[in-house]
């Protein structure tokens, strides 16, 4: 079985994995914090330990339990003593284990990535712990992907409920990212600097893995520890854009925005750093090393802002290897992003993620060129892709070839947005459970050009 095309598969995997490795939350947070004699080193500060009380650690995110981890590993059993290093941190339920002392806490159930009130509950701990805290206090902030889910605070008068069919009816609607965050800051007592306006220590520093494209801070898990930019009215906007009214969203969201633009916002007295330790760009540079070691000459792009359709990508990707493996040039492309899926009715939908989705969108386009000499995979760096247990798929000629066996029309689960069911009777799911990372999403294509029809 071991024939070239295999081994594209292999090494498509091989240059993935490399990409997802190199931004693995323990290793992010060891390249930048560590204790040097009576210092603490966070980037580039250098903070006098003999000056900070307590060190408490809160935060949220698919990240958190491995960051969390290696704080604890950095500062060692005697200085956590010392500081009474205490901490709160909101994870997936599958990402707990136990720790010294800082407390991982299952806020939501794995694969779906929704605000629960067990989420609700651990938010109002972190509150209540950064509350705590004096000016001569250090506050670690751990921020990564899903952090928005997974650290709830719905405002007065708005319940979780109200605020999930918000989110859920833009979300259904096409809203992208920004035009979430803009709402969900606005009904939240923590997200865009509410956390900061409620820590009373005197310094707190913030290590955030990047999972927006571009690393806007105030967007990445909705920045709780960052001054929001955007105001109420944004966020009527958006909703005024979706027609929410309409939908049968609770008056209360309109009536606590409209109360909001009216009051004025308690300013933070806290000194704030917040410090991006991984991003999208940084996995697509260690997939491009990895490629060159095994001898391919590449290419890399890591977009910079939100990309559009997964077809339109998946297409466009299948056209670019048709390319690469017909013509000479570079036989591999590297490419990061996060593309957006419109979802069918709840009715006709299928189970798959954006990466599946953006996968048989390639299988589709090369269905009568039998994807000889091509590899394409694409999967999400946290190891979770929609409400899946996979990251993503992959195709190859193999792959196409048993679709055809199996009569799979990739049309038909296109359409449905059941790719997960196309993919797995053809073994093509890439499955790595938990990363306890999330920067986007990586991609990779690599051909072989000794394959000319």
């Known amino acids: 079985m071991n024939h070239p095309a295999d081994k594209l598969r292999r090494d498509a995997l091989k240059i993935w994995n490399a990409g997802v490795d190199a931004v693995r939350s323990e290793r992010l947070v060891r390249n930048v914090l560590s204790v040097d004699g009576r210092s603490l080193l966070v980037g580039d500060d250098r903070l006098d330990l003999d000056a900070i009380g307590r060190i408490v650690v809160v935060g949220a995110g698919k990240a958190g339990a491995g960051m969390a981890a290696a704080v604890e590993q950095v500062l060692g059993d005697r200085l956590m003593e010392e500081k009474r290093l205490a901490g709160w941190v909101n994870v997936p339920a599958d990402c707990v284990r136990p720790l010294k002392r800082i ?24 509150l209540r712990l950064v509350e705590s805290l004096d000016a001569d206090d250090l506050c670690l902030c ?37 035009q979430l965050n803009a709402v969900r800051k606005q009904l939240s007592r923590i997200k865009g600097g509410g956390l900061i306006r409620v820590c009373r220590a005197g310094r707190l520093i913030s290590l955030v893995i990047s999972d ?42 309109f009536e606590h925005l409209q109360r909001k633009q009216d009051a004025e916002q308690p300013r933070p007295t806290c000194k704030v750093t917040n410090l991006i330790i991984g991003n ?66 709840r009715s006709q939908r299928g189970l798959g993620g954006r990466n599946q989705q953006l996968v048989l969108a390639a299988v589709e386009r090369l269905a009568d060129d039998g994807a000889h000499g091509i590899a394409i ?38 359409a449905r947005n059941d790719a997960y069911h196309f993919f797995e009777p053809l073994d093509a799911l890439i499955k790595t459970g938990p990363t306890h990372t999330n920067v986007c999403d990586v991609r990779v294509v690599v051909v072989d050009q000794s394959h000319h029809h």
């Open 103 to 126: 407390k991982l806490h299952a806020a939501r159930p794995p694969g779906i990535n929704e605000p629960t009130p067990e989420g609700a509950a651990g938010t109002e701990e972190i």
């Open 142 to 178: 751990l921020i990564s992907g899903g952090g928005s889910a997974l650290m709830p605070a719905p405002a007065e008068g708005i319940s979780l409920e109200d605020k999930l069919a918000v989110t859920r009816h833009l979300s259904d609607a096409g809203a992208n990212i920004e």
């Open 212 to 253: 927006v494209l571009g690393d806007p801070l105030d967007v990445i898990a909705s920045g709780p520890t960052v001054e929001d930019t955007s105001t109420p009215q944004d966020a009527l906007d958006v909703l005024e854009r979706f027609a929410a009214r309409d939908a049968g969203i609770s008056p209360g969201v």
């Open 280 to 345: 999208n760009a940084a996995a697509v540079d260690a997939a491009g090393a990895e490629a060159e070691r095994l001898g391919y000459s590449h290419a890399m792009v890591s977009a910079k802002k939100s990309e559009g359709q997964a077809e339109t990508i998946g297409r466009r990707l299948a056209e670019t290897a048709v390319q690469m493996r017909d013509t000479p040039g570079p036989n591999c492309l590297i490419s990061g992003g996060e593309p957006v899926v419109t979802l069918v009715d």
């Open 377 to 414: 995979l694409s999967g999400g760096t946290d190891g979770e892709d929609g409400p899946t247990d996979a990251a993503g798929a992959l195709l190859d000629a193999e792959v196409i070839a048993s679709a055809r066996r199996q009569k799979l029309d990739p049309a038909d689960y296109l």
